[in-house]
């Protein structure tokens, strides 16, 4: 049991170093991608405050994120 944790967790932390260094080198590319500004997502200015609450953003990087580690399952599985 104690290796199959040590495993996902290696897997996990490679998994962000993967996306960290995609984001790092295109970081240039990444800055018209509108993510934190999708149709969707909450924002109440007001003169004193400001609240913002990425739902549609949040929704999306929550599937994203789902859809990778039931790959990552998948194919430690086989």
Same mark, same amino acid.
């Given at each position: 049991? @104690?290796?199959?944790? !040590?495993? %996902?967790?290696?897997?996990?932390?490679? @998994?962000? #170093? #993967?996306?960290?260094?995609?984001?790092?080198?295109? !970081?240039?590319? =990444? *800055? %018209?991608?509108?993510? &934190? *500004?999708?149709?969707?997502?909450? =924002?109440?200015?007001?003169?004193?405050?400001?609240?913002?609450?990425?739902?549609?953003? &949040?929704? /999306?990087?929550? =599937?994203? /994120?789902? !859809?990778? /580690?039931?790959?990552?399952?998948?194919?430690?599985? *086989?």
């Amino acid at each position: 049991m @104690i290796t199959e944790i !040590a495993k %996902s967790l290696v897997t996990i932390g490679l @998994i962000f #170093l #993967l996306v960290g260094g995609l984001f790092w080198l295109s !970081a240039s590319t =990444l *800055r %018209s991608f509108p993510i &934190g *500004r999708l149709p969707g997502d909450i =924002l109440i200015q007001k003169e004193n405050f400001t609240v913002y609450f990425p739902l549609t953003t &949040g929704l /999306l990087l929550s =599937l994203v /994120l789902s !859809a990778v /580690l039931w790959l990552v399952q998948w194919l430690t599985d *086989r």
